[in-house]
């Protein structure tokens, strides 16, 4: 999959809500057509041919910030772009739901969103393989054609032909799957051997991102930050219990109002299965920085 800006995927996702806006037109009216997108429609008396920036995304706030860490999940592979099940079936379902066809009076506009090289398509797509592969832990998941091209950054074309190969390494199909479909270990094998595959970081000390984002820290709070989004979803529980520390132990960890110590930061490191001296290093180097009161 080429790689894209995020902004090129956001003003195709305003696109498709102009779109949308036309069929609520074409539904209920003007009024609640104006009050769906933001602005009433213009001379042309539809919002397709309308410019996309003239979309606020803040209307649609969770699908937008759904599509936006779902693009850091599939093109910034880091434990701070995790990914949820009900994010990646939510925009599934959005984009299965998108207008097929556009326009009131033109009679039937198209866009590339409607296709499968739609950028908004392609993140949705897929975070989607990219979940099955690496976060869902069911390995009697099946890859399509399409979702292999996608997480090996090639083209399907290109898939098809490793599959018809009759070498000993080639990417071996279901028997018999209509429509063509790989088995979970025969996709982890080939697309280990794949240049274009960037495997999620397994250890702290292969990502990048993180390793970064800790450095840059400046403040306990940015910190903790760090620590919350490392741990994901019930972090305060799950990690309480790594620990074997009361909640009320954790907590200053997790907003900010820790006092150092260094034994507390590199159990803390461990649990998170961080680097534990440049932890350790940057708990110090904050609570140095910021002055009492001031965290």
Not at 10 to 33: M, N, Q
Not at 190 to 198: P, Y
Not at 239 to 256: F, K, Y
């Amino acid at each position: 999959m080429a790689e894209f800006s995020k902004e090129q995927m956001l003003d195709e996702l305003r696109t498709i809500f102009l779109f949308e806006a036309d069929h609520v037109l074409i539904s209920s009216g003007p009024t609640k057509a104006a009050a769906f997108i933001g602005f009433p429609p213009g001379d042309k008396g539809e919002y397709v041919h309308e410019q996309a920036s003239k979309v606020d995304l803040s209307l649609f706030a969770d699908i937008t910030g759904s599509f936006e860490r779902a693009y850091e999940f599939v093109f910034n592979r880091s434990r701070l772009n995790a990914f949820g099940e009900h994010e990646v079936q939510d925009l599934q379902v959005f984009m299965e739901g998108t207008p097929r066809v556009g326009g009131i009076s033109s009679g039937g506009e198209m866009h590339r969103f409607m296709t499968p090289d739609g950028y908004c398509r392609a993140v949705a797509d897929a975070a989607l393989a990219r979940w099955k592969l690496e976060w869902a832990g069911d390995e009697s998941a099946k890859f399509t054609t399409r979702e292999l091209a996608l997480l090996a950054n090639m083209s399907e074309g290109a898939v098809r032909m490793a599959i018809a190969d009759k070498t000993e390494g080639r990417l071996k199909a279901i028997p018999g799957s209509k429509p063509v479909a790989v088995d979970f270990a025969e996709a982890k094998r080939w697309l280990s051997g794949r240049r274009g595959f960037a495997p999620w970081p397994e250890r702290a000390a292969d990502d990048r991102l993180l390793a970064r984002a800790i450095r840059d820290a400046e403040t306990p709070k940015e910190l903790s930050r760090l620590i919350g989004q490392i741990a994901g979803i019930g972090a305060a529980d799950r990690l309480a219990n790594v620990l074997g520390w009361p909640a009320a132990d954790l907590q200053p960890w997790l907003d900010g109002s820790f006092s150092f110590d260094v034994e507390r930061a590199g159990q803390v490191a461990e649990a998170l299965e961080l680097d534990v001296p440049m932890f350790v290093g940057k708990a110090l180097e904050v609570t140095l920085r910021t002055p009492k009161g001031g965290r």
